[in-house]
């Protein structure tokens, strides 16, 4: 799977959107951009996942370069509930391929 | 609720021990895989298992073993614990094999996690 590269740590105010950059350089034309988060402790939850064309379902939205090498999740109106690390994935969907977490970006989301 | 049930919640146990973690997937859910995580290591993948049988190794140790039964909840068996192996034990399950759900709504898809195990080795 293609290695991610994401900031450690991010701000962002309660009530604005949090963006969150994933590169992922060296992906292939068949693997998914998926995203995932943990809050502190819990298991990790799925947020979204997409192979070409932005996508966007009740929790974020994201948003895919043309050449697939970078992305970005999108929490449209962020609340202190959504600070959390924040996983970006990259995935060939293959028999018995795993989900590898890298480091993630920590967002914390500011009163 | 996940829908993913993991037992005991918390476990504290003598090194030289040997404990049994244990994981229901959701309903339906054929696969099953296993995480680590550690505060120094980040979330380790341990091994897949789909239908019962072993699917894909990862960074599992020898001490480590695992085995999912007809009814398709999954064990997973520590031994000889060693401080280092203080960590939560995480398991998900999904639907197939490659982590995809055979249709419907995104929240079918990827994988859905249970609450973890939190493991202490004194």
């Known amino acids: 799977d293609a290695k991610t590269t994401q900031p450690t740590s991010m701000d962002c105010a309660e009530g604005r959107a949090a963006n969150l950059p994933c590169n992922h350089s060296?992906?292939?034309?068949?693997?998914?951009v998926y995203w995932y988060r943990q809050i502190h402790s819990q298991g990790p939850q799925y947020i979204i996942h997409?192979?070409?064309n932005n996508e966007t379902n009740e929790m974020a939205s994201l948003i895919i370069t043309e050449d697939r090498k970078s992305s970005t999740l999108i929490l449209p109106h962020a609340t202190l509930r959504d600070t959390a690390v924040y996983y970006c994935?990259?995935?060939?969907?293959?028999?018995?391929?795993?989900?590898?977490f890298g480091t993630g970006t920590s967002l914390t989301v500011i009163p | 609720d996940s829908g993913v049930t993991q037992t005991p919640k918390h476990l504290i146990t003598a090194t030289g021990q040997r404990v049994t973690l244990r994981c229901s997937p959701r309903?339906?859910?054929?696969?099953v895989y296993w995480y680590q995580q550690s505060l120094d290591q980040g979330l380790q993948f341990l091994i897949h298992?789909?239908?019962?049988?072993?699917?894909a190794k990862g960074n599992i140790l020898e001490r480590f073993s695992a085995q999912q039964f007809p009814d398709l909840h999954s064990e997973l068996n520590l031994s000889s614990l060693e401080l280092g192996d203080s960590a939560l034990y995480f398991c998900?399950?999904?639907?197939?094999?490659?982590?995809?759900?055979?249709?419907?709504?995104?929240?079918?898809?990827?994988?859905?996690f249970g609450s973890g195990t939190r493991l202490t080795v004194v």
């Open positions: 998900a399950s999904s639907v197939g094999l490659t982590g995809q759900g055979a249709g419907g709504s995104l929240s079918n898809y990827g994988y859905t």
């Open positions: 060296t992906i292939s034309g068949n693997e998914y």
């Open positions: 997409g192979l070409k």
């Open positions: 994935i990259v995935r060939v969907r293959v028999l018995g391929n795993q989900f590898y």
């Open positions: 309903s339906g859910d054929l696969s």
């Open positions: 298992y789909y239908n019962g049988e072993e699917r």
